[in-house]
């Protein structure tokens, strides 16, 4: 059912939002097909798909589910509206954030002591969750890719429990124009949530590499 | 095209930093609406912020004043938070400000909420913002159809409306009610299906990359069969216009630092970084700063892609002097606005 990063060639985007249609651009840049799916009917979205990102194809997420790569961008408050059971065995990728002074405090995520995305990773039972692409701005997404080898190319985290799913993603980020650098396990994405200097900054691979390793905590004191 | 400034009525600074008092600063914006009316300028839009440095908390209570003290500019708000608003307490209040006005002049723009502190502020819960707000919006619009003073009305976020009075009704019968947005897609779909003019606020980034929203906005209100004045597009965007452009980068800076500072307080943000300024100091960035060719040159070149029909800027960011606002607004009016109708004529 899964894919290796060599054969991901369709992203399945939930949420039309400025980061799920900024994604979604992205992609279809770089040579992705690109399907998107909201919680509305298909009829509803289709010219805001094809006005705001032509090339994709508006579906439900049922389909979106289907592909090799999924990215979920919806506001993090809706997490719950999203199927859970269309995304067992699929690789996830985690771009929201609970970003309190910006989006309001959710009580959920607030009062859990783990990542959102571990909570996500939790909602979504039976999926590779990868966190990524929430440390950089919707426009700057589509602003500050460079092709490999660059020498100011941007470098972005990624954090997850499965080698497999990471590989994946780590193959479209490098795709999208960036520099992926592995955090760690899924818990390891707390180095790169808002408030940290990795969220607030932008960053070479070398740079977010030294980042992340300062930002290790000891697992005993 | 129509040419206007908006404003959070920005709190003054004293020479040590500090800020000075709020009601200081509301007395300033009315100041600098009064001015922009004689100076000649189309629109001033008004608030809604609830901090202590920008404090124009009562968008209904600023544009009621202003509504006497001046004689030709429209005067709307830039946003009004119906969200965690009543919609019945904001349509009287811009309906009286309205008849104040002699009519004609005033005007609302619907907001979803940018920043978070209204929710707490009058008890709602941030998670129902898009129900508050389709609810909320419902109520205005409904209010604005009524031919009768009596309105009937249900909805699950308010008590429902059965024939009770609503008054005054605006002098023509009805207001422009605008939708405002920040660029989600959604929104400008929206605002398209329910044939309400619509307002860009650009503030980072390259302004043209809106353009596919004003289509989708079009193409939406097309779809639905909504046609005819209503379906138009302003922008909102930062920018100050001076003598030259170094002026105006001089002047514009400092403010662009404290409104910075205080936001990276917020929300956790390092110290502000004057290369992002200067970023979107120049075309193709958000700012509209400079003399006065050039920002009419950008506000036609924005013009091509977006086809709107009013371009009004937030000059008195962070502590702006009052005397570089008042000078802005002077050069808007008389120097800006000719260009850019020139330069449009030009371009048939």
């Given at each position: 059912?899964?894919?290796?990063?060599?054969?991901?060639?369709?992203?399945?985007?939930?949420?039309?939002?400025?980061?799920?249609?900024?994604?979604?651009?992205?992609?279809?840049?770089?040579?992705?097909?690109?399907?998107?799916?909201?919680?509305?009917?298909?009829?509803e979205?289709?010219m805001l798909?094809?006005i705001v990102?032509?090339?994709?194809?508006?579906?439900?997420?049922?389909?979106?589910?289907?592909?090799?790569?999924?990215?979920?961008?919806?506001?993090?408050?809706?997490?719950?509206?999203?199927?859970?059971?269309?995304?067992?065995?699929?690789?996830?990728?985690?771009?929201?954030?609970?970003?309190?002074?910006?989006?309001?405090?959710?009580?959920?995520?607030?009062?859990?002591?783990?990542?959102?995305?571990?909570?996500?990773?939790?909602?979504?039972?039976?999926?590779?969750?990868?966190?990524?692409?929430?440390?950089?701005?919707?426009?700057?997404?589509?602003?500050?890719?460079?092709?490999?080898?660059?020498?100011?190319?941007?470098?972005?985290?990624?954090?997850?429990?499965?080698?497999?799913?990471?590989?994946?993603?780590?193959?479209?980020?490098?795709?999208?124009?960036?520099?992926?650098?592995?955090?760690?396990?899924?818990?390891?994405?707390?180095?790169?949530?808002?408030?940290?200097?990795?969220?607030?900054?932008?960053?070479?691979?070398?740079?977010?590499?030294?980042?992340?390793?300062?930002?290790?905590?000891?697992?005993?004191? | 095209m129509e040419i206007g400034a908006y404003?959070?009525?920005?709190?003054?600074?004293?020479?040590?930093?500090?800020?000075?008092?709020?009601?200081?600063?509301?007395?300033?914006?009315?100041?600098?609406?009064?001015?922009?009316?004689?100076?000649?300028l189309d629109y001033f839009g008004v608030?809604e912020?609830?901090?202590?440095?920008?404090?124009?908390?009562?968008p209904g209570?600023?544009i009621?004043?202003?509504a006497?003290?001046?004689?030709a500019i429209t005067l709307g708000s830039a946003a009004s938070i119906i969200s965690?608003d009543?919609p019945v307490?904001v349509y009287q209040q811009f309906a009286t400000a309205d008849a104040?006005s002699g009519g004609g002049r005033v005007e609302i723009t619907a907001g979803r909420?940018?920043?978070?502190?209204?929710?707490?502020?009058?008890?709602?819960?941030?998670?129902?913002?898009?129900?508050?707000y389709a609810n909320k919006l419902n109520l205005l619009m409904t209010l604005n159809d009524s031919e009768s003073p009596?309105v009937t009305w249900?909805g699950?976020?308010?008590?429902?409306?059965?024939?009770?009075?609503v008054?005054p009704q605006p002098v023509s019968g009805r207001m422009p009610i605008w939708l405002a947005t920040g660029g989600n897609a959604g929104s400008s779909a929206r605002a398209g299906q329910l044939g309400l003019p619509v307002s860009y606020g650009i503030?980072?980034?390259?302004p043209?990359?809106f353009a596919p929203l004003a289509e989708l906005y079009r193409k939406s209100a097309a779809a639905a069969g909504h046609t005819g004045d209503d379906i138009k597009v302003s922008v909102a965007a930062?920018?100050?216009?001076?003598?030259?452009?170094?002026?105006?980068?001089?002047?514009?800076?400092?403010?662009?630092?404290?409104?910075?500072?205080?936001?990276?307080?917020?929300?956790?943000?390092?110290?502000?970084?004057?290369?992002?300024?200067?970023?979107?100091?120049?075309?193709?960035?958000?700012?509209?700063?400079?003399?006065?060719?050039?920002?009419?040159?950008?506000i036609?070149?924005l013009h091509g892609y977006m086809g709107h029909m009013r371009h009004f800027?937030?000059?008195?960011?962070?502590?702006?002097?009052?005397?570089?606002?008042?000078?802005?607004?002077?050069?808007?009016?008389?120097?800006?606005?000719?260009?850019v109708?020139?330069?449009l004529?030009?371009?048939?």
């Amino acid at each position: 059912m899964n894919s290796s990063d060599a054969d991901v060639r369709t992203i399945g985007i939930l949420g039309a939002g400025r980061v799920g249609t900024a994604v979604a651009r992205q992609a279809l840049a770089a040579g992705y097909r690109v399907k998107m799916a909201t919680a509305k009917p298909i009829d509803e979205i289709t010219m805001l798909v094809d006005i705001v990102t032509p090339g994709a194809v508006a579906t439900d997420a049922a389909d979106v589910a289907t592909a090799g790569l999924v990215v979920i961008a919806v506001p993090l408050h809706k997490h719950r509206t999203v199927d859970s059971s269309l995304l067992a065995g699929r690789t996830v990728i985690d771009v929201m954030n609970h970003w309190a002074p910006t989006d309001g405090r959710i009580d959920e995520f607030e009062d859990d002591p783990r990542t959102s995305s571990e909570v996500i990773q939790d909602f979504l039972a039976g999926a590779d969750v990868v966190k990524s692409l929430n440390h950089i701005g919707y426009h700057e997404l589509e602003e500050d890719g460079r092709p490999a080898g660059a020498a100011d190319r941007r470098a972005l985290a990624l954090a997850g429990d499965s080698d497999r799913a990471k590989a994946c993603v780590a193959g479209f980020l490098d795709r999208l124009g960036y520099d992926p650098v592995d955090a760690g396990a899924l818990a390891a994405g707390r180095a790169f949530q808002p408030g940290t200097q990795i969220f607030n900054g932008s960053h070479t691979a070398e740079q977010l590499t030294a980042l992340l390793r300062d930002a290790a905590v000891p697992a005993t004191v | 095209m129509e040419i206007g400034a908006y404003s959070f009525g920005d709190a003054q600074r004293n020479t040590d930093g500090t800020l000075r008092s709020s009601a200081e600063a509301v007395k300033n914006l009315h100041e600098a609406i009064v001015h922009a009316d004689r100076a000649g300028l189309d629109y001033f839009g008004v608030g809604e912020h609830h901090t202590e440095t920008m404090p124009a908390s009562s968008p209904g209570a600023v544009i009621a004043a202003a509504a006497a003290s001046t004689s030709a500019i429209t005067l709307g708000s830039a946003a009004s938070i119906i969200s965690t608003d009543d919609p019945v307490r904001v349509y009287q209040q811009f309906a009286t400000a309205d008849a104040i006005s002699g009519g004609g002049r005033v005007e609302i723009t619907a907001g979803r909420g940018s920043s978070v502190e209204t929710f707490p502020l009058f008890g709602y819960d941030l998670a129902d913002y898009d129900e508050l707000y389709a609810n909320k919006l419902n109520l205005l619009m409904t209010l604005n159809d009524s031919e009768s003073p009596e309105v009937t009305w249900r909805g699950a976020r308010r008590p429902e409306l059965s024939g009770q009075a609503v008054v005054p009704q605006p002098v023509s019968g009805r207001m422009p009610i605008w939708l405002a947005t920040g660029g989600n897609a959604g929104s400008s779909a929206r605002a398209g299906q329910l044939g309400l003019p619509v307002s860009y606020g650009i503030i980072g980034g390259a302004p043209q990359r809106f353009a596919p929203l004003a289509e989708l906005y079009r193409k939406s209100a097309a779809a639905a069969g909504h046609t005819g004045d209503d379906i138009k597009v302003s922008v909102a965007a930062l920018g100050l216009v001076a003598p030259t452009k170094k002026e105006a980068m001089e002047r514009m800076y400092p403010g662009w630092y404290n409104l910075n500072v205080e936001m990276g307080r917020l929300r956790g943000w390092p110290a502000p970084d004057k290369n992002a300024f200067l970023a979107q100091a120049d075309a193709p960035g958000a700012y509209y700063v400079g003399d006065p060719d050039e920002v009419a040159e950008r506000i036609v070149h924005l013009h091509g892609y977006m086809g709107h029909m009013r371009h009004f800027l937030q000059m008195d960011i962070g502590g702006l002097p009052q005397e570089h606002l008042l000078e802005s607004l002077t050069l808007l009016a008389t120097e800006v606005k000719p260009r850019v109708e020139r330069l449009l004529a030009q371009k048939g």
